[in-house]
């Protein structure tokens, strides 16, 4: 719809891409307003960049013909069909430069063969990705030279906005976000928001984010910029950035970090079997015997994952617990995962442990009477509820960052703002 560059504006500072944003696209907001409805898209215009005059080349006499690799296809096949036969072919692969990028090819990939009037093959081009080609070029003596093409997208910057009737998912396809989109705003706010449980009717979000484009066609989604979610009245709002030492995360307008220093659950797939209770039961003992921990029931060989970054401090076999592993983390966190079928290869006693990494296997060892992980998480000592306790935000941006991330996070908020508002107002002008 509209041709915009705005890789190249993303040249311009920061300050001045946003406002000229900002300033140049509430009138092209209304032209696109939908007259109805509670979900949008539009396109957050660039400054437009004429580009340069296409170069005119001159084509020798000749004909191309272009074959698309099949499943089952070789390079000798592909060079057949197109009937540039393979002497020509053993030739220019004995040359390593040449063999190497295309000795690997897969279905969809596309070869085009020229050939000048005398049928003589001179030139090959590979398109190996939409991104990325090779042109092998064929002088008289039949020797090749190869040169790469890469190609580079432009970047398109998108704002949406829905109301949530039903699920963030059905939500995010009325305001035609993919997939993948969608999969990015429930990663980022899947830190403070239980998209099962949580979400309520009338639940609302905005975003800005990019779309990388290809000769006027979407090639692949980009990040999202930033993003707001209204959640049972709370507000949430989320900035992604870069700081200079290269860590890109999202962050709290603040400088906080979106994500937490510990996972909620050391499993994807699981049923909450027994919760943390001081006055339960014992299935197996018959007698009140706290359970300081969450048990999740999972198929025998689950993956466990560690929930924070720390230090195995205990990796051994007790009677009671089975496999246990103990990790140590920072401000007197202790994590502990019992009845393990195994452990891991990271599961050594003084091993440094990344949030996330496999630890051990679901099983039934120690005193259980099913397949289950008895999980703990003790503060100081003193044992929590692993699904109510209160987890510490992760690691929050640097200090010596804080000032630029807060002016670049004004910017990319108030821009967002300014959409949000445009959009809330012809939504009351809607419903009169
Ligand atoms: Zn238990």
Same mark, same amino acid.
């Given at each position: 719809?509209?041709?915009? %560059?705005?890789?190249?504006?993303?040249?311009? *500072?920061? !300050?001045?891409?946003?406002?000229? !944003?900002?300033?140049?696209?509430?009138?092209?907001?209304?032209?696109?307003?939908?007259?109805?409805?509670?979900?949008?898209?539009?396109?957050?215009?660039?400054?437009?960049? #004429?580009?340069?005059?296409?170069? #005119?080349?001159?084509?020798?006499?000749?004909?191309?013909?272009?074959?698309?690799?099949?499943?089952?296809?070789?390079?000798?096949?592909?060079?057949?069909?197109?009937?540039?036969?393979?002497?020509?072919?053993? @030739?220019?692969?004995?040359?390593?430069?040449?063999?190497?990028?295309?000795?690997?090819?897969? *279905?969809?990939?596309? %070869?085009?063969?020229?050939?000048?009037?005398?049928?003589?093959? #001179?030139?090959?081009?590979?398109?190996?990705?939409?991104?990325?080609?090779?042109?092998?070029?064929?002088? =008289?003596?039949?020797?090749?030279?190869?040169? $790469?093409?890469?190609?580079?997208?432009?970047?398109?910057?998108?704002?949406?906005?829905?109301?949530? &009737?039903?699920?963030?998912?059905?939500?995010?396809?009325?305001?035609?976000?993919?997939?993948?989109?969608?999969?990015?705003?429930?990663?980022?706010?899947?830190?403070?928001?239980?998209?099962?449980?949580?979400? @309520?009717?009338?639940?609302?979000?905005?975003?800005?984010?990019?779309?990388?484009?290809?000769?006027?066609?979407?090639?692949?989604?980009?990040?999202?910029?930033?993003?707001?979610? +209204?959640?049972?009245?709370?507000?949430?709002?989320?900035?992604?950035?870069?700081?200079?030492?290269? @860590?890109?995360?999202?962050?709290? *307008?603040?400088?906080?970090? +979106?994500?937490?220093?510990?996972?909620?659950?050391?499993?994807?797939?699981?049923?909450?079997?027994?919760?943390?209770?001081?006055?339960? @039961?014992? *299935?197996?003992?018959?007698?009140?015997?706290?359970?300081?921990?969450?048990?999740?029931?999972?198929?025998?060989?689950?993956?466990?994952?560690?929930?924070?970054?720390?230090?195995?401090?205990?990796?051994?076999?007790?009677?009671?617990?089975?496999?246990?592993?103990?990790?140590?983390?920072?401000?007197?966190?202790?994590?502990?995962?019992?009845?393990?079928?195994?452990?891991?290869?990271?599961?050594?006693?003084?091993?440094?442990? $990344?949030?996330?990494?496999?630890?051990?296997?679901?099983?039934?060892?120690?005193?259980?009477?099913?397949?289950?992980?008895?999980?703990?998480?003790?503060?100081?000592?003193?044992?929590?509820?692993?699904?109510?306790? &209160?987890?510490?935000?992760?690691?929050?941006?640097?200090? =010596?960052?804080?000032?630029?991330?807060?002016?670049?996070?004004?910017?990319?908020?108030?821009?967002?703002?300014?959409?949000?508002?445009?959009?809330?107002?012809?939504?009351?002008?809607?419903?009169?």
């Amino acid at each position: 719809m509209f041709s915009q %560059f705005l890789s190249k504006t993303n040249l311009l *500072p920061r !300050a001045h891409l946003v406002a000229v !944003a900002a300033c140049s696209t509430l009138v092209l907001i209304v032209a696109l307003w939908p007259s109805q409805g509670q979900s949008v898209v539009v396109e957050v215009p660039a400054q437009i960049v #004429v580009p340069e005059p296409e170069e #005119v080349v001159e084509q020798a006499p000749g004909y191309s013909v272009t074959e698309e690799v099949q499943s089952g296809d070789t390079l000798s096949s592909v060079f057949e069909r197109a009937g540039a036969g393979v002497s020509i072919l053993y @030739r220019l692969i004995a040359n390593d430069d040449i063999k190497k990028p295309i000795e690997k090819i897969f *279905p969809g990939q596309e %070869f085009t063969f020229k050939f000048d009037d005398q049928d003589a093959l #001179v030139q090959v081009n590979f398109n190996a990705t939409p991104l990325l080609s090779y042109q092998i070029d064929i002088d =008289e003596d039949k020797n090749g030279q190869i040169s $790469k093409l890469e190609k580079t997208p432009e970047i398109h910057t998108k704002y949406a906005t829905a109301r949530i &009737d039903d699920s963030l998912f059905m939500a995010g396809m009325e305001a035609g976000l993919s997939d993948n989109m969608i999969m990015q705003l429930a990663t980022i706010f899947g830190w403070d928001i239980d998209f099962v449980l949580d979400i @309520r009717e009338g639940d609302e979000f905005s975003l800005l984010y990019e779309e990388n484009y290809l000769d006027g066609e979407k090639l692949s989604d980009g990040p999202i910029i930033a993003a707001r979610f +209204m959640n049972r009245g709370r507000e949430i709002t989320a900035i992604r950035y870069t700081d200079e030492s290269g @860590r890109t995360d999202y962050f709290a *307008p603040n400088g906080d970090s +979106m994500r937490k220093a510990f996972l909620r659950t050391p499993m994807d797939v699981f049923r909450i079997s027994s919760s943390f209770n001081p006055n339960r @039961r014992h *299935p197996v003992l018959n007698k009140i015997v706290a359970h300081k921990g969450t048990d999740y029931a999972a198929p025998v060989g689950t993956p466990i994952k560690a929930t924070g970054d720390g230090k195995i401090i205990k990796a051994y076999y007790s009677s009671t617990y089975g496999n246990v592993v103990i990790i140590q983390h920072g401000a007197g966190i202790r994590t502990l995962y019992a009845h393990m079928s195994k452990f891991s290869k990271y599961s050594r006693v003084g091993n440094r442990i $990344k949030q996330g990494q496999v630890i051990g296997y679901v099983g039934a060892t120690g005193r259980v009477t099913g397949a289950h992980l008895h999980y703990e998480f003790q503060v100081h000592g003193v044992h929590k509820n692993p699904q109510t306790v &209160d987890l510490p935000n992760a690691q929050p941006l640097a200090t =010596e960052y804080l000032g630029d991330f807060e002016q670049y996070a004004s910017n990319v908020v108030g821009q967002l703002g300014v959409y949000d508002q445009a959009y809330a107002q012809k939504k009351l002008i809607a419903f009169e």
